[in-house]
Structures are given as structure tokens and as C-alpha cells.
């Protein structure tokens, strides 16, 4: 596995391969790996010829600064796994390297960044879709690799290819779970024990709102307080969302169920001063 520090570098690799009629994937994460990550570097290992992944912190995308500042770095330990795990070239940039210049493009999503994350973190959305626009020019990918548990992020990137014709196929990927159904979170890492023992608790409070809209005989309204009363049950957890929204434009779901549709569980919530985020879906008969 090669290490990339600089932009030209992977612009000059992905050349070569490009010449040579490799199929890249491309697997763009913030580093401080886990299990999550590692299955995605593994398929796609399988899916194509060369598999880069990105380790980069980026600092458009964070609208807390107190979280950048505490967002785990661990650039040693990553790339030792990712050799291992199918990586040909990990590119880890400088903020400088990424951002020669303060950048003055806006990107807006409209209804689809009005909710959710886009709304409880603003200017999450612009930040990430002008760095995954950059990671797509320099490496080309033919196929990108993206996470479920960043719902919100696949749907907001799947409309950035679309809206900028990127010629790539996005791949999201299940997510991956703890035991005890913790979604694995770099974020993780900085649970105290106490916070580790109580998070579990916002799966659970998913999969009982999963069960209650496969029944379908409570109405939205009433799945949504049910949830929220099972967290606010927890003095360890400081729900700031709980959100029922349709899986693929995101728009809350409200009143009554449409037959064959895909609901969305969506939540984000601080466990111990860390803040965590997970959903699940359910597709309805
Ligand atoms: N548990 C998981 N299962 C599957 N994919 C995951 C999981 N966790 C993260 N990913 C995906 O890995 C990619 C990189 O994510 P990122 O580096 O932000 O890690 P993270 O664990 O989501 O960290 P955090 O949520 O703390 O920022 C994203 O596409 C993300 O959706
Ligand atoms: C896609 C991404 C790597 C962009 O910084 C980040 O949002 C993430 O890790 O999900
Ligand atoms: N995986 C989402 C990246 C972030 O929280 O900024």
C-alpha cells in the first residue's frame, strides 16, 4: 500500500491507472477506522482493481469547533489496517493540501439538507459535498463507497452525482453494528465508560419504533412519542432528534403510512458529550 500526502500525487496515480483501464474505488472517510470502515475497504476490494482511501478530517464540514478539535486522529494506527483490508493507496492530505484557498462555491440542497442533520448542523452539508466533489476530481473513482448510518450524507451525495453528472457508480453500504447494537461511530472512541454502558440504549429505542411502524397501528405521531419517551427514560442521554422521514427524499412522515414505503428512523443524540447518530429503515408492505 502506498501512502499519498498530496493532491498532485493521487491526481498523478489515478492517471496511470486510469490509463491502464483499472477500476478504482474510491472509500472517503475521516480516519480513526473501525469494523465499519474496514467493510467497506473489503468491498471494495472486491468490486474493482485499485481501492483508495481517504483519511481526512475536514474542517469545512464541522460546524462545532470544539468537536473537530476533539474528533479522533489516529493516522498511524489506520494505515496499518488498511493494508490488510484491500487499501492500494491511502491518501491523507494536509488541510492545506485540500484547501489551497478559502473556497467560495455554496452547495444547497434544498428540502433534502432542511432536515435532520442538514438542519441541526448548518453548513454540515456544503462542507462535505465540497470536499467528496474534490475527492471524486483527484481520484476518479469509478465506484464510491458510503455508509447507511450517514443516511442523510448518501442521499445528499447520490443528488451531488446526479446534479454534477460525476460518471461513478455510489455504493451505501449497510451498517455495522457493535454486539449490542452500538452503530460503530469513530466518535465512539470517546465514550467513558458510564457513556459506552447507556448508548446502546438509542438502538433499542430505534428497534422499538422499528416494531411499531411494522405493525402500523400506531399513527407516526404516536411512534415518535414512544421513542421519545423510551430515551428520555435514560438521565445518560440528550435526545436532539428523533425523526420518521421518508428513506429516500428524507421529508418527515406524518399522519399515516403509505403502503410500499421506505421509513426512515433517524436520531441523533448526546451520550455522555459525545454526540452519536443512527437510523434504521423499514420498508412498509
Ligand atoms: N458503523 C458503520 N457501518 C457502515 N459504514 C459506516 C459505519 N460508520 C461509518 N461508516 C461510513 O464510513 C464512512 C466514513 O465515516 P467516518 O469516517 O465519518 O466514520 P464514522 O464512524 O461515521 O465517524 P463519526 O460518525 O464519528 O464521524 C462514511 O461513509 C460512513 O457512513
Ligand atoms: C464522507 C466524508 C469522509 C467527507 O468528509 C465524511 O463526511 C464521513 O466520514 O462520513
Ligand atoms: N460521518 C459523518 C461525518 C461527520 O460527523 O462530520
Redesign the pocket.
Same mark, same amino acid.
Given at each position: 500500500m502506498e501512502i499519498l500526502q498530496s493532491a498532485a500525487a493521487l491526481q498523478a496515480q489515478t492517471e496511470i491507472w486510469r490509463q491502464n483501464k483499472l477500476r478504482i474505488g474510491l472509500v472517503?472517510?475521516?480516519g480513526a477506522l473501525h469494523e465499519g470502515h474496514l467493510q467497506l475497504v473489503r468491498a471494495a476490494a472486491q468490486d474493482n482493481d485499485v481501492v483508495v482511501v481517504?483519511v %481526512?478530517v475536514?474542517p469545512t =464540514?464541522f460546524n462545532n469547533a470544539e468537536d473537530f478539535r476533539l474528533y479522533p486522529r489516529v493516522p498511524d494506527a489506520d494505515a496499518a489496517l488498511l493494508g490488510p483490508a484491500g487499501c492500494t493507496a491511502l491518501f491523507m492530505p494536509s488541510v492545506e493540501q485540500m484547501y489551497p484557498q478559502p473556497t467560495v462555491l455554496r452547495f444547497d440542497f434544498g428540502p433534502l439538507e432542511r432536515v435532520m442533520e442538514g438542519e441541526h448542523r448548518p453548513g454540515h452539508f456544503h462542507g *462535505?459535498a465540497t470536499? *467528496?466533489s474534490k475527492l471524486f476530481h483527484l481520484s476518479r473513482p469509478h465506484r464510491a463507497y %458510503?455508509g447507511q448510518k450517514?443516511l442523510q =450524507?448518501v442521499a445528499v451525495i447520490r443528488q451531488l452525482v446526479a446534479d454534477l453528472s460525476f460518471d461513478l457508480e455510489l455504493v451505501a453500504y449497510p451498517t455495522i453494528r457493535e454486539a449490542d447494537g452500538l452503530a460503530m461511530s469513530s466518535r465512539n472512541r470517546r465514550l467513558s465508560p458510564e457513556a459506552r454502558a447507556v448508548a446502546p440504549r438509542l438502538y433499542q429505542a430505534l428497534a422499538l419504533g422499528a416494531s411499531l411502524v411494522e405493525k402500523q397501528q400506531e399513527s407516526p405521531e404516536a411512534v415518535q412519542q414512544a421513542v421519545e419517551q423510551f430515551l428520555a427514560a435514560e438521565p445518560g442521554i440528550t435526545l436532539e432528534y428523533f425523526a420518521l422521514a421518508d428513506g429516500r427524499t428524507l421529508q418527515p412522515v406524518t399522519g399515516q403510512w403509505s403502503p410500499g414505503s421506505l421509513v426512515a428512523l433517524c436520531l441523533a443524540a448526546h451520550v455522555g458529550g459525545v454526540r452519536l447518530i443512527d437510523n434504521v429503515l423499514v420498508t412498509l408492505p
Open positions: 472517503p472517510t475521516m481517504s %481526512f475536514n =464540514q *462535505v470536499v *467528496v %458510503f450517514d =450524507q
